[in-house]
């Protein structure tokens, strides 16, 4: 038996790049994952994945197609599967390189599991309680089955962030709260066993950080949308984003300045300029110069969108012929996640000073 020395050391938390000043600083770690619950749309895109894509040559990316966090609100066999393959191959469809980022399915790295259940310990009912998310999706739910995984949920995504010495997380507004609580319990966690994680960061973009419904500018685009009108899907065809565009949901006013950004009162209008922005990489106030006319404003927004969103459909299609390829390609992912993963289950369990196996 080994013996435990309960005044030894802990192991401490890898030097980041946040916390180094050298011309030769390592790149930054960066985490980000996404849940296979339906196809991904464009708020996933212009809030979360386009950066991802930007930044893996800047940065050392992980990126996990998080299967587990889905079973929250799984209740059929023989779905989640084919989703995380999906959603994956949509990954590799929208740029990112699995020669240069990691990409792999959570399930696939069993750490998630096993840091998920110290986070849970280290995150309060509380704090848990305060989740929006959680009201909202169980309030959504009322008349379903709510599952305990719901409510603790931040707590896997915590652990899923402090796995990999994450300094940025790149997402959308609406994932702010989650890395707030990743942070909190990171510090925490420090505090009662010694550094061990990396207290990471959100990155969100400047343009599309939140992209809302189509039909109901008030609530954010949605995979759980009540209509589909309101979310453009990356998988929709040229068709399909023109209708979606056409029929988007402006106001009333008419006038020269009817074109103008103000998310206050106007938020029909300032979500087409957003992501006619996002799109073409400019602010929302230049796009409205342009424009005078709702339809005029529609018809350019839905081109702009389809300009970025044509190329990814075909990629997307051909990635979906070789399944074995991507099966592959995502064990592959894994591989390296759990290079890193397990270095850091290994260090928390020490420092927490948990009985060596
Ligand atoms: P998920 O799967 O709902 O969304 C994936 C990413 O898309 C962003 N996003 C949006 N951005 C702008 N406008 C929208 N309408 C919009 N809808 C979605 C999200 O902010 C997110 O970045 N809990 C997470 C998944 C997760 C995760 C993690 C994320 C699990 N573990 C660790 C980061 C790090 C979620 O449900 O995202």
């Not at 401490?12 to 390592?26: D, E, I, R």
């Not at 930044?55 to 779905?79: I, K, M, N, R």
């Not at 209509?227 to 008419?254: E, H, I, P, Q, W």
Request: contains cysteine.
């Amino acid at each position: 038996m080994t013996d435990i020395d309960p005044t030894t050391a802990p192991t401490t938390a890898p030097t980041t790049a946040s916390t180094t000043a050298s011309t030769t600083a390592p790149k930054p770690r960066v985490l980000s994952c996404i849940q296979p619950t339906g196809d991904l749309h464009l708020g996933n895109y212009l809030g979360a994945l386009r950066n991802w894509v930007n930044g893996q040559h800047s940065s050392d990316a992980f990126h996990g197609v998080v299967d587990l966090h889905a079973l929250t609100v799984t209740d059929t066999p023989g779905q989640v599967g084919a989703a995380t393959l999906r959603t994956a191959a949509m990954l590799f469809a929208i740029g990112l390189d699995p020669e240069v980022a990691t990409v792999f399915a959570q399930s696939h790295v069993p750490e998630h599991n096993q840091l998920g259940w110290v986070m849970e310990c280290t995150v309060s009912y509380g704090e848990l309680s305060r989740m929006t998310q959680f009201k909202d999706k169980s309030a959504r739910r009322e008349q379903d089955f709510i599952s305990g995984g719901l409510f603790t949920y931040p707590a896997l995504q915590a652990a899923d962030i402090l796995l990999y010495d994450t300094n940025h997380v790149p997402v959308g507004e609406d994932q702010r709260q989650h890395i707030e609580i990743t942070r909190d319990a990171a510090v925490r966690f420090n505090h009662r066993f010694g550094d061990t994680f990396v207290i990471p960061e959100a990155v969100t973009p400047k343009a599309g950080a939140r992209v809302m419904s189509l039909q109901d500018p008030g609530s954010k685009m949605s995979k759980s949308d009540d209509s589909d009108a309101g979310c453009v899907y990356l998988v929709d065809d040229a068709n399909a984003v023109m209708k979606k565009f056409k029929r988007a949901v402006t106001d009333s006013d008419t006038g020269a300045d009817a074109v103008r950004f103000d998310r206050e009162n106007k938020p029909g209008v300032s979500n087409l300029l957003e992501i006619h922005a996002a799109v073409t990489d400019r602010t929302p106030e230049a796009v409205a110069d342009e424009y005078e006319q709702y339809g005029a404003l529609k018809v350019a927004t839905g081109e702009a969108v389809l300009a970025v969103l044509d190329p990814i459909r075909v990629r997307y299609a051909e990635l979906m012929e070789d399944r074995g390829e991507l099966a592959r390609l995502l064990r592959v992912g894994a591989g390296r996640a759990r290079e890193v993963a397990a270095a850091t289950v290994e260090r928390a369990y020490a420092n927490i000073g948990m009985l060596p196996a």
